[in-house]
RNA sequence: GGCCUCAUCGUCUAACGGCUAGGACAGCGCCCUCUCACGGCGUAAAUCGGGGUUCGAUUCCCCGUGAGGUCACCA
């Protein structure tokens, strides 16, 4: 059995979204899964269109999702193999140069076309099984532009054939071209590859991804701070499914368990805040460490004491679907663990009992000895122990209920009428910060 | 419009022709709770329609319908 061969094989003539890299993905997985070759070529006939920085982005990306190439070839630079073979197929009259009347700007007078037998063209395609085409109504279609310019159909057949590819895996949206490139193949005398066309991916209004509609760049989903496993198995399970209940697979569970067979049909439409649940998930599994690195929050460590950090990463872990929302609670919900905020006198007696004065005080002085008492170092769970009994108090009792008590408390630490509870606040700030806090807020109410 | 492809909850999906059509994300509700979040429990939600084949169709066949793709000197 010969082993696999698959290619990604994108157009360096814009940002790719998430539909290219899920081609990508789908196409490393297959040739991973087999121990076969992963090749990336970049598809640059279109001299005019073609950029070095979106090559540049291509690659980027591929080294964020951690998806190597075995080799990888630039299509122009395989022109003189083209040519080669553009002038065989002239010589042999399957090919002709013909004098064309230019419709748009850019176009050539002479122009190189297949002569196009017509009839049927079939082949099965992995995933759809058989797939029929009459190309007869494609008529002699062209090849080349110029023996130096070959038009994508002449170069993908070639350069397939010359790679040893031996899986096509690519989107839906490539079915129709599928007969033209055998035609090509087969004047050519080349071995056909395999083909696997994956369902499109959609957008919320159900049509093809495309950046034009507003699909993301994948460079966009990194900036914001979805970790590439995360996309990974995301896109992975978007229109493929290990066979069991797995939700959450690593890069090396996805490999293990890939197979073109589990591969839909139909298109998926891409739901980004599941991709963000997912991306939630492995935030989660990340150490203390590698969660800060990925926070990225060097320059402001001078505000941020980085014991602190280190403190809240179980906080942001809880909330953050994303690290770029993660910086912005410790900007913002978040940010009183790092500086005291300045505490507003009525918020704080907002439970204040009209018939029981001062009481806000007297709870929070209570408050603030036992929490002297507290060992360094305890457990939000210690500090509960310690903390609820006073809570559930007498004076406390009634309307007010524990939040007579509780309310102030945390406000008192967090300076935020939304926090963290209070038993968490103590337990990461340090007992000596949180009577610190209590006491300026006991100063505040005498006043 | 021609050609091609596809069709299960809102979304991603599971179900050798045979359980009450299962799970996940998002909803919603309750519990936990001073707030937010987490968590726990629960709930609603789907086989596009019509014909066949069969003892029995989500599943197989046909016809509709709908959706998407593609019809470049772009890939």
Not at 46 to 55: G, L, M, Q, V
Not at 58 to 76: C, K, M, N
Not at 147 to 155: K, N, Q, T
Not at 215 to 230: F, H
């Amino acid at each position: 059995m010969t082993p696999v061969v698959s290619r990604f094989a994108p157009s360096p003539t814009g940002l790719l979204h998430s539909g290219n890299y899920r081609t990508a993905i789908f196409a490393y997985l297959f040739a991973k899964h087999s121990g076969g070759k992963f090749i990336v070529r970049i598809e640059d006939t279109d001299a005019a269109r073609s950029k070095p920085e979106y090559e540049k982005n291509i690659f980027e990306a591929l080294v964020w999702l951690d998806l190597p190439a075995d080799e990888t070839y630039r299509q122009s630079d395989h022109r003189a193999r083209h040519r080669e073979l553009l002038e065989k197929l002239i010589v042999e009259d399957v090919a002709y140069v013909s004098k064309e009347a230019p419709q748009a700007p850019g176009d050539r007078a002479e122009v190189i076309r297949f002569r196009n037998q017509g009839g049927v063209i079939a082949f099965t395609d992995v995933i759809r099984g058989s797939i029929a085409t009459d190309v007869t109504d494609l008529g002699d279609f062209i090849i080349a532009r110029s023996l130096d310019e070959p038009v994508f159909h002449f170069a993908v057949a070639v350069d397939d054939a010359d790679e040893g590819v031996t899986h096509v895996i690519r989107g839906a949206d490539h079915i129709s071209n599928t007969a033209r490139q055998i035609l090509i193949q087969r004047a050519l005398n080349l071995p056909e590859p395999r083909y696997a066309h994956l369902p499109l991916i959609l957008d919320k209004a159900h049509k093809k991804l495309s950046k034009r509609t507003g699909a993301k760049a994948l460079t966009e989903y990194r900036d914001i701070g979805v970790l590439p496993e995360a996309f990974l198995n995301y896109l992975a399970l978007l229109g493929w499914n290990p066979g069991d209940d797995r939700e959450y697979l690593s890069r090396d569970e996805l490999i293990k368990a890939f197979d073109l067979s589990r591969v839909q049909k139909g298109s998926a439409v891409f739901d980004e805040v599941k991709l963000f649940s997912v991306n939630q998930h492995w935030m989660r599994k990340l150490s203390v460490d590698d969660f800060i690195a990925h926070l990225n929050v060097g320059r402001t460590t001078s505000y941020m004491d980085s014991e602190m950090l280190r403190r809240a990463v179980p906080l942001l872990k809880e909330r953050a679907h994303t690290f770029s929302e993660a910086r912005e609670m410790l900007f913002g919900e978040l940010s009183c663990l790092f500086a005291k905020t300045s505490l507003d006198h009525t918020l704080l007696l907002v439970k204040e009992l009209p018939e029981r004065p001062g009481m806000t005080k007297r709870a929070l002085e209570a408050l603030s000895a036992a929490l002297q008492a507290l060992p360094e170092g305890v457990s939000a769970e210690a500090v509960k122990e310690a903390l609820m009994p006073l809570a559930d108090l007498e004076e406390a009792k009634g309307k007010g209920g524990r939040g007579a008590l509780l309310w102030p408390l945390r406000y008192a630490l967090s300076g935020r009428e939304r926090s963290p509870d209070p038993f968490t606040l103590v337990s990461i700030l340090g007992h000596a910060e949180a009577v610190s806090r209590v006491q300026t807020a006991i100063a505040i109410l005498e006043k």
